[in-house]
Nanobody, 121 residues
């Protein structure tokens, strides 16, 4: 069974920085895309950023230039460096991964439990 465990959330002032990390554990063959989503109070979960196994990245427009996604394929980890944070970045952030459990099998979607990020003075 594969699990994703996030860490690094917390309270930060506007303009500050935080780094989120997510590690995949359990038996797996490989991971395709890894991504971050977020859900603010009273709103639907939204896409934030994605990185392919080859390193291609994509971001939602509202975070471009401020948030940077990265991954370590050898360690099965994905990170989100968040700079110049704004109050509207406040949300629970979820790690997401497309996991291939064994060679030749289809990938399945795995979610982390979420980590709270609060941007407030």
């Amino acid at each position: 069974q594969v699990q994703l465990v996030e860490s690094g959330g917390g309270l930060v002032q506007p303009g500050g920085s935080l780094r989120l990390d997510c590690a995949a554990s359990g038996r797996l063959f490989s991971i395709n895309d890894m991504a971050w989503y977020r859900q603010a109070p009273g709103k639907q979960r939204e896409f934030v950023a994605v990185i392919t196994s080859g390193g291609s990245m994509n971001y939602v427009d509202s975070v471009k230039g401020r948030l940077t996604i990265s991954r370590d394929n050898a360690k099965n980890t994905v990170s989100l460096q968040m700079n110049t944070l704004k109050p509207e970045d406040t949300a629970v952030y979820y790690c997401n991964a497309e996991v291939v459990p064994m060679r030749g099998l289809a990938a399945f979607t795995c979610w982390g439990q979420g980590t709270q990020v609060t941007v407030s003075s």
